[in-house]
């Protein structure tokens, strides 16, 4: 099993706080770690997708009650809603009995549901987690193709041969579709649904286009608006959002879409291996989609990332402006040439970067000039580290 580095971020944040909400989709490791860390404390664990643990909880005051000292955890918390008013004064009365940090520890898989559950009720008594799939520093940059090709999912990439990766993937795939995304209220067709995601895998990392795709679909865009919003609660999709700033240019104002596991996205199109991955048009995207995760789980937290582009073709593949105020300027090329193009020199003029980073395909670390460095993309997580 693979050392997560989420696991210290959740220990140091159950440290300092009363309750710490562990966010990530299914099947990304949550509760492997809540185990792990439930191994080293006094704890119990409930899951709150089993009848006979929710009716553990049908009275949760006095279950609670008992558990004073423990570190509760509650997998799946966002099945029962109403619990968080319940939580809020078991938490109140635990500083009162001298507990004051790490009470409880909750996972969940659909962020804004949480996040609006949790916000409403748990107001500074909370610190909010997001566990991305495994990332290149935890496996190690030797197995940087077997990642890429097969996502961060960990038993797609632990799969025994790239065609049982594939096979995990689909039925992944499939139970979200038929049992986990219904499960949430949404009345939507499993095959509708399927097409929407594969849709988006083909135009992985483009301007998100909701007329063209409401067209596909034949619904409106309101629609297909709806379902995007549902798979970005997921945190299945991601909406990278445009640079906002006022730089005296046209700038595109759509978000760019992408899948944020490589390996859904070559689920979804039949690619289970890499000569038919590097042989397909969305070879490209995908590389970009897989670096931008990355990049963005190795920030600090606080990190706002966006896209930059103007209509005279002034492009950033990706812009984090960080907790410290400064900004990282990021191109991202499946290349062994450290060459950027104009456009990036174009949008570097137009903003007051701090770092010019090209992410390429080589083993090195190159400086160029006017400040560029071309790094392979396990260094440049490594710098993004040392910030943290």
């Given amino acids: 099993m693979y050392q997560r580095i989420a696991n210290q971020i959740v220990l140091s944040a159950l440290e300092r706080q009363a309750a710490v909400v562990l966010l990530g989709p299914r099947q990304v490791g949550k509760t492997t770690l809540a185990m792990e860390i439930a191994r080293q404390r006094p704890s119990v664990y409930l899951d709150l997708e089993r009848e006979a643990d929710r009716q553990i909880l049908a009275e949760p005051d006095l279950y609670l009650d008992e558990q004073i000292g423990k570190l509760v955890i509650l997998d799946e918390v966002q099945q029962s809603p109403g619990l968080f008013k319940t939580l809020r004064g078991q938490i109140d009365t635990r500083r009162r009995a001298g507990f004051r940090t ?29 566990m991305p799939p495994l990332l290149i520093d935890e496996v190690g940059p030797g197995n940087l193709s077997t990642l890429w090709l097969r996502g961060g999912f ?62 596909g679909l034949g619904v409106s865009g309101q629609t297909v608006g709806r379902y995007l919003d549902l798979l970005v609660d997921l945190m299945l999709v991601r909406r990278l959002q445009p640079w906002h700033a006022n730089v005296g240019k046209r700038l595109v104002k759509s ?85 950027v193009s104009r456009g990036f020199h174009q949008a570097v003029e137009d903003i007051n970067v701090d770092q010019k980073i090209l992410v390429y395909a080589g083993d090195q670390d190159i400086p160029a000039k006017d400040g560029l460095r071309a790094m392979p993309l396990s260094k440049v997580v490594e710098k993004l580290r040392a910030k943290a």
Wanted: with cysteine; proline share 6%; net charge negative.
């Fill in 154 to 215: 960990p038993d797609s990439f632990q799969a025994e041969s790239d065609r049982a990766s594939l096979e995990w993937r689909d039925d992944f795939l499939r139970t979200y579709l038929e049992r986990d995304i219904p499960a949430l209220g949404p009345r939507i067709p499993a095959e509708t649904l399927r097409r929407f995601w594969t849709m988006l895998a083909h135009a992985q990392g483009g301007l998100s286009n909701a007329a063209a795709l409401a067209e």
């Fill in 255 to 339: 978000p760019k879409i992408y899948v944020r596991d490589s390996g859904l996205v070559h689920a979804l199109l039949g690619l289970g291996t890499l000569e038919s991955l590097l042989g397909h048009p969305v070879v490209g995207g995908s590389w970009e989609g897989f670096c931008i995760e990355t990049l963005i789980a190795a920030s600090p937290a606080g990190t706002e990332p966006y896209f930059y582009r103007t209509s005279a073709g002034a492009e950033l593949d990706l812009l984090l402006r960080l907790p410290d105020g400064t900004i990282w300027a990021l191109e991202i090329k499946r290349t062994t040439a450290p060459k």
């Fill in 102 to 130: 790490g009470q409880f520890l909750l996972l969940g898989s659909a962020s804004n549901v949480l996040l609006h559950q949790s916000a409403e009720s748990l107001a500074g008594r909370v610190r909010y987690i997001e």
